[in-house]
């Protein structure tokens, strides 16, 4: 490889000169409100020929090791069975230390081992792993993608070092970013990926329906070609290492090669089938079935060979495919098959793109881009055009069907837009409930009982917030505030059933396995406390941007309820009803008169009792609005800072006997206790209400 050549001759220097200098790279300096940085051209590398170096090699003054510096745009060294050690030197110009993340993207996931050092405040180094031979356990980060994570003092210059190691194709496509940009962009990224996952999956099983209502052996073929491509997708993009096999190592470092030389198998297949190549094109038919039977016949050498052997072998066949593929819709299209124009338009453009991918991976074409991106868009174009195909082969050979099939399509492609508009509109959860036949079958007034958690969340001070805004900011700032609070609703099995004005209101239903309101009060009061931690995030950021703070009120209840839809036959709406329903609404209001972060019902205590990590103090008995018995109210401690937290903790006896001395109806007694509380806790602002109804 062309790019070994430069650190072997560094390396002979070094021995005929007995001395060398590290080759200048230039440093990177960084900004957290700039918070993307492409790296390629701040790397330096060198090759670790035996693999034997360590971190205390790369730092020694004397180790006579020479890196460098990369001038690409791209760094990239093809297929190799090496080791290589980067170096970044960063500094960050921020006033605070910051938090960062550096990931490796597009064919970077391939990579075997990476590890990342990281040196810490007392001169030691600090030792991040990933990569597709790491057991997933194992990852610094838990993440499919590469990624680790660190923080860079203020205004100091770090040195970072990277060890590679790989049998493979080897690019490092190398971004820092900053870590509320990359939440930022790995959502974009994420999004784009499920759709991807999306298309794929809609299509094997609406391909699957087609075969079992017609059996047409194309359609088979087909789907088990779309399961290949699933199959490698999920493999390449480290998804499945994170969620189907995260500890089987051989077989994460196979996955890809093996769903690859099926798919070469089911291209064949396919062509032969949908083509009818024994009749339309009987030369090219034979070039087809030898390589059907060479592609079985290297199926073994995929499986145990060398990772490069393997690759090679696996490209070699894609590219004699793609052409003997593209010769034969070729022939036939002239000969008159008018179904092939479409076949051809559809395979073109994925075996083109899986072209440029082989080509990248081989380092003739330096783009991560091209890694990370192109095998989607060119499948995707490809799974759109071959709805055409398919539809058009149907239209010459089963022209009998053709109103039947139309229709078919018509009212497939209109129930996948229209399930996923009113996802938008109506959960998921609760379509499960009032549409388990299909949205277009919802009734009016199907009601199912339930035992579940509900949580109202509002945003404390927003009237007099919104005075001080303009319509669009007012807007903005709610979006990007309910974004959040969606976020970790969703983390902990909840989804937001409706937003009212400036708060939410979320339900939390139990799982299979669990008791019913014992899971779903856990995962509704573990989502309060994350809220108020992503609020504290949240506030970082709007004081980065001269925003004033905000905070939240929540209150929780659990109990029976009432899911259904309610309206008339022309405008419904999704619902939950029942007393426990707007007890919670109640809590939550209470939580501005007690001055508490988190409120809770006896209900949603005596479920969470059992839980030790959940800190709580009664706060009486208070008769909420529309209802006659009185509520027993309990607050959630673990939302307070840890000062204050602990400081309420130390005066919890205190707390309770005061408590009591009040439902005794000893006002005087218990307003001392409650005295001696605000002198040891002055922020207590429960123990400030309850002594002020103390007279």
Known sequence: ?????????????????????????????????????????????????????TIADMVRPDSGILFQPNQEETLAFGYVDAVYWLRLEVNSADRIRTAWVLEIAGLGRAIDEIDLYVPNDDGHWVRQRSGDSIPFSQRSVSHHAVLFAFQLPSRQPTTLYLRVKTN???????????????????????????????????????????????????????????????GFAVSIKGVGFEYLWPERIWWNNKSNLVFAELGVLFVLLFARSFLNTPKNTRLINYVIAFLILTSIACFPVVVVADHYIAASVLSVQYLLAVVSVVIAASLCLQ????????????WLGVLVSILVWVLNSFNFIHSWWVGAYVFQIGTTIQVLLFSFALADRINL???????????????????????????????????????????ENIQLGKAEHDEISVLFADIRGFTSLSETLTPQELLNFLNACFARLDKVIHQ??????????????????????????????????????????????????????????????????????????????????????????????????????????????????AAIAADAAFEV????????????????????????????RA????????????????????????????????????GDSVCRYLRSQCG
């Open 617 to 644: 103090r009664e706060l009486g008995e208070v008769t909420v609005r529309g209802r006659k018995e009185p509520v027993r109210l309990f607050e959630v401690l673990n939302a307070d800072a840890p000062a204050l």
């Open 1 to 53: 490889m062309p790019r070994l050549l430069p650190p072997l001759l560094c390396l002979l220097f070094c021995v005929l000169a007995g001395f060398a200098q590290a080759s200048p790279s230039q440093a990177l300096t960084v900004q957290e409100e700039v918070g993307h940085y492409p790296l390629a051209t701040h790397l330096a590398y060198v090759h670790d020929s035996r693999g034997e170096w």
């Open 335 to 346: 000969r008159g098959f008018k179904a092939a124009r479409y076949y051809l338009l559809a």
């Open 492 to 605: 902990h099995n909840g989804f937001i059933d409706k937003f009212l004005g400036d708060g939410v209101m979320a339900l939390f239903e139990h799982e299979h396995g669990y008791e019913p309101i014992t899971r779903s009060a856990h995962d509704a009061v573990m989502a309060a406390i994350d809220m108020h931690a992503e609020v504290a995030v949240y506030n970082q950021h709007r004081a980065r941007s001269g925003y004033a703070p905000i905070d939240i009120g929540i209150g929780i209840n659990s109990g029976p309820v009432i899911i259904g839809t309610v309206g008339s036959s022309d405008r419904m709406d999704s619902t939950v009803l029942g007393d426990n329903v707007n007890v919670a609404s109640r809590l939550q209001e209470l939580t501005k008169l007690f001055g508490a972060r988190i409120i809770i019902s006896e209900h949603t205590r």
């Open 168 to 230: 493979g194709t080897l690019q490092i496509p190398a971004t820092l970013w900053s870590s509320a940009r990359y939440l930022e962009n790995e959502h974009h990224d994420s999004l784009l990926e499920g759709i991807f996952y999306g298309v794929l999956l809609i299509m094997i099983f609406y391909n699957g329906f087609i075969y079992l209502s017609i059996r047409d052996n194309s359609y088979i073929v087909y789907v088990c070609y779309l399961v290949c491509v699933f």
């Open 397 to 439: 050979l089963r022209a009998e069907r053709e109103t039947a099939l139309n229709l078919q399509l018509a009212h497939s492609r209109r129930l996948v837009s229209m399930a996923q508009m009113f996802e938008k509109f109506v959960p998921k959860q609760f379509l499960r409930r009032i549409a388990r036949e299909g949205i």
């Open 647 to 682: 400081a309420k903790r130390s005066t919890l006896s205190s707390h309770m006997e005061a408590l009591e001395l009040y439902r005794q109806g000893r006002f005087e007694r218990a307003a001392a206790l409650w005295d001696q509380c605000l002198v040891d806790v002055p």
